[in-house]
């Protein structure tokens, strides 16, 4: 018997050829296997953003919301102090801030809304929440802060 027990002549017996050692420690890889790993790998993760996806994607864009927020109340507030008194739009504030457009709506696409309080007592920031409607409950609820809150 030659090497590996696959027979053969000569002194000890030849050495297999690259064929025959493929066979012997496997089947060589099949060309569309890593094609077919990676799509399952695909697959899965959009799996998981489909389940996790919708609760994930209202709370970051709530978060995101509210970082612009505060961008903006740094613009009001600026204004005022340079000023002296409220300014008369949100986005004049913002223009002269330098806020960019981007970060002068809301996570949905609009923009913020801005009142002044009775008596000059402060101002808000309103972002009329998932549905763009005044008021709603859970995902479709405004939210916003102000100098009263």
Known sequence: MGWWGLGGGGRGGSRPTSSQRGCMMGRPAEPWAVARAALAAAGIALATFAVTGCAVGHAQRVTLSQHRMFMLHRAVDTATLEDGRLPATLEGAAARAGV????????????????ALA?????????????????????????GSGEDD
Request: aromatic share 12%; no cysteine.
């Open 100 to 115: 960019s457009e981007q970060d002068r709506v809301d996570a949905w696409g609009r923009p913020f809304a801005y009142e």
């Open 119 to 143: 008596g000059g007592a402060g101002y808000r920031l309103l972002s009329l929440g998932e549905d763009g409607r005044p008021g709603g409950d859970g995902a479709e609820a405004d939210f």
